[in-house]
């Protein structure tokens, strides 16, 4: 999509996430004109659908009316494998909000609806695109940390009763998981991201708390391909809540500390007692955000490139979590390739199991 006109966007899903997306597109005005919105709630659009945003209450009619080029999905994730689809048969690109989906057989659906060249789907994971995330993965390329050796991911956050009084909340069919679905997954993805691939897990969930169908609470031990080895906790329980990633590595400890966004000054870097002292600050100064994320999703539109976050690099998040579930379920570890579509973990994140 080479033309210079600035691209034609719908929101989908005018919940509380949609003001993310509108932000975001909002700080790029020459690049895209918000020109609709959609919800099943009339009241709800009505009032999010400001200036020329026109509102509507069908998907399908405002795709017919409208043409966009780019769909922003801000609905629950049961709906996304559909809506996805449907978009990319009116010819949109879509960007899609966390957890892509319910199941590896969904994401595969999608990816099977994509055209070479677009439209592509891609997703919501906007920890990677912070410029200290960036700072790290190029010392770690030149070789002044050394190699990961040790790591820590926890998302472990506080969820009332209250919340999950939304209806599809907490159970498989509706949600996909338990915190590693609808919370841990931005961490999840950004260990991938730092780390590379991995290669075992062997996990535990549990419903500690909660009266909800999935877990509240997961932990899981990971080996990566390069041998280093990880915890993840996952948790709706935590009334001190923190998004956590430390790395140890062989010349320095690295360690990330927020809750829903970071800047580089969350970023601290310790060296190793036998270890040269500082480590040159970012070049850049960008906070994590839909807004750095829609940067890479726009210039991939206008080249007709995979955006980053989609095909292949956006399932890794959600094949974590399935082999995690297995992982649980199972009692045994899962290696990475293991869950095929023959698998039920493959169709159902919890395989088709009750915890």
């Known amino acids: 999509m080479t033309t210079g006109k600035p691209l034609r966007v719908a929101i989908i ?38 200036g020329d945003i026109k509102p509507y209450t069908d998907f399908a009619v405002l795709l017919a009316e409208q043409k966009p080029d780019l769909v922003s999905l801000c609905t629950p994730p049961s709906l996304h494998v559909e809506q996805v ?15 892509p989906c319910l199941s590896l057989s969904e994401y595969d659906e999608i990816t099977a609806a994509e055209s070479e060249g ?38 472990t956050w ?87 990633i430390r790395v140890d590595c062989t010349d320095a400890t690295v360690e990330l500390t927020h ?25 850049a100064n960008l906070d994590s955000s839909h807004t750095a994320q829609l940067t890479h999703v726009l210039a991939a539109i206008r080249s007709g490139q995979r955006p980053p976050c989609s095909g292949a690099d956006g399932r890794r998040a959600l094949e974590f979590i399935a082999a995690l579930y297995k992982s649980a379920f199972t009692g045994a570890p899962v290696h990475v390739g293991e869950i095929t579509p023959e698998d039920p973990f493959h169709s159902a994140m919890n395989g088709g199991r009750r915890l």
């Open 259 to 283: 809750l829903y966004g970071y800047g580089n000054e969350d970023w601290t870097y310790t060296p190793a007692p036998h270890a040269a002292g500082k480590w040159r600050a970012p070049s």
């Open 158 to 244: 506080f969820r009332d009763a209250a919340y999950y009084a939304v209806p599809w909340r907490g159970d498989w069919a509706t949600e996909g998981g338990g915190p590693a679905m609808g919370q841990g997954i931005h961490q999840i993805d950004l260990l991938l991201h730092l780390l590379g691939d991995w290669a075992e897990i062997r996990a535990m969930t549990g419903r500690l708390v909660h009266d909800v169908r999935t877990d509240d609470v997961s932990t899981a031990l990971v080996r990566f391909e390069s041998g280093a080895l990880a915890t993840v906790v996952n948790s709706v329980l935590s009334p001190g809540e923190v998004s956590r």
């Open 85 to 99: 689809k449907q978009a990319l048969r009116a010819g949109a690109w879509v960007w899609c909000e966390k957890p």
């Open 13 to 50: 899903g005018t919940g509380g996430i949609a003001k993310s997306h509108l932000a975001a597109y909002e700080a790029h005005p020459s690049d895209v004109t918000v020109v609709a919105a959609a919800d099943v709630d009339e009241t709800r659009v009505a009032e999010f659908a400001s």
């Open 118 to 155: 677009g439209p592509y789907a891609g997703f919501v994971f906007q920890h990677r695109f912070g410029s200290a995330a960036a700072h790290f993965l190029e010392l770690l390329a030149a070789g002044e940390l050394g190699r990961p050796l040790v790591a820590h991911c926890q998302t």
